[in-house]
């Protein structure tokens, strides 16, 4: 090849790398400033989004469950299966720039006005190669990498869902079994209001209806009972599920056994972006669609493939025994694209939209995820702040209802007094335990809008 031809193919290259052709895909979505809000404090260095799900979930009974999960969830074994597929699609798209290679034997029986039968037969190896000019391989095989890096992301996003699942109706166990333990208090109190009631009225000291009043409220407690513990297998029913077990009854620790993290500080917003799943995958899917412009765009240019056939054959019989005289064969094709009824410009146009589409739906992402971030942490918040409230209006109404008890027992109060008061510490001990699992759900949402955790 003469230097001027090699001059023409140089600034040819340069003239395809120039309209785009080979461009690595760069996000150029943009996100409004502070999108997390005021909420976030910069000052912590370790940040709640760098915390493993071990470190935010300490209870060794949760920690056992959530493994069996990641290990035997059918849900997270079909995201890893789908992950295993695309890496057998991107392996055969960087496979792409290799030639094919093909054994096609043939052969053929003939036999013309009753003489011998002729065989005639062909040993031919066909080779065909496609050359990457305009980058078409190229483009694929970074195409099957986004496509690659979307399933991986996809499958953190079911594992961390799939462990604040796990969470969420832990604590809810452990939430119901706290109710349950202050129903079967209330229910030994109760029966002994009931059966001092029963001794006043049998001794002239009150009326039936008090008596009346008394049991309703006791029964009331009794069927309680009953529904919390339906409850309690209900849940461990779903759980079970969760896991890929059969229903059975779960081992766990009491409330409070173990300290949830605090969420105050969690770091800038920049730090958290990498972390959330949603966005990756976001980010991974205009990738997609920017090469789905590329490919659109490579489809106006030729296609250059060169193929060929070595092999052996004879010819009507007689065998080929001369080497140089072997089947050979050598094609070299061009094929350039000049009216397609406008098929090509359309699929142009729609990867283009498809892809400004995408660029719109990742921004939104961002939005959402910020917007959940700031609430989980409000909720967080919230739940701390009536903590206190609630244990010291436990504590209060528990005072209350001693005295009063004691006062009906010296006939100073009477049983609706007696009655309002158990009615009204129940209620306050049942808030203050829905509180605190409250508390727990909203740490858990802000696990899950931090990204969950890959460690």
Known sequence: MSYKNLILAAAALLMLSGCGLYKKYESRATVPDDVFGTYINAADSGSMARLSWREFFTDPQLQELIDSA??????????????????????????????????APSGTVASFNNSAAAWTYSLPLQLSMDFDVFGSITTQKRKSQAVLMQAKIREENVRANLISAVAQKYFILQVLDRQLEILI??????????????????????????????????????????????????????????????????????????????????????????????????????AEAFYNTQAARQAFYPSITLSGVVGWANSAGAAIVNPGALLLNAVLSLMQPIFSRGKLIANKKVAQLSEKDMQQKYVQTVINAGNQVNEALADCQVAREKHNYYHRQVEVLHDAYTGTHELMDSGKASYLEVLTAQETLLNAQLNEAMNMYKGSQAVIALYVALGGSAN
């Open 70 to 103: 990641l290990a035997r969830n059918t849900d997270l074994n079909s995201a890893r299966i789908a992950i295993e597929k695309a890496e057998a699609m991107l392996k055969a798209s960087k496979l792409g720039y290799l030639p094919s290679l093909s054994f």
């Open 185 to 286: 208090q209330t229910d030994s109190l109760w029966n002994t209001s009931l059966e001092t009631q029963k001794a006043l009225w049998e001794n002239g000291r009150t009326y039936s209806t008090a008596v009346n009043q008394m049991e309703s409220s006791y029964l009331n407690v009794k069927t309680q009972i009953v529904d919390v513990h339906r409850n309690i297998r209900g849940v461990e029913n779903s759980l079970c599920a969760l896991l890929a077990i059969p229903p059975q009854p779960l081992n766990r620790n009491a409330w409070g056994s173990s300290e949830l993290p605090e969420c105050i500080e969690l770091g800038v917003p920049a730090e958290l972006l990498q972390y959330r799943p949603d966005i990756r995958m976001a980010d991974y899917a205009m």
